[in-house]
């Protein structure tokens, strides 16, 4: 993947649960706002970034919506014994 976070890939996005997923959203947004505050004041360095997050929030997003429609489906929570 060229752009965006590794730990982010569509596989990796795959294998989290979905409290994991919303975690995950949470803190790709306050990064966006952070950055968007940056680039405002004229402190952010890589405006590359930006768009990295923005296509994390769409990948979070899509991964989201399959499962919601039955098309994906969450990892199977392993039972505790």
Do not use: W
């Not at 890939?9 to 706002?33: H, I, N, Q, T």
């Not at 930006?50 to 994906?72: F, H, N, P, Q, S």
């Amino acid at each position: 993947m060229a752009i965006g976070s590794k730990d982010l890939a569509p596989s990796e996005l795959r294998g989290m649960d979905d409290d994991r997923l919303v975690d995950e959203l949470r803190k790709a947004k306050e990064e966006l706002f952070n950055l968007r505050f940056q680039s405002a004041t004229g402190q952010l360095d890589s405006h590359g970034r930006l768009r990295a997050v923005r296509k994390d929030i769409a990948r979070i997003y899509t991964e989201m919506r399959e499962r919601e429609l039955g098309i994906g489906a969450a990892p199977a929570k392993e039972s505790a014994k």
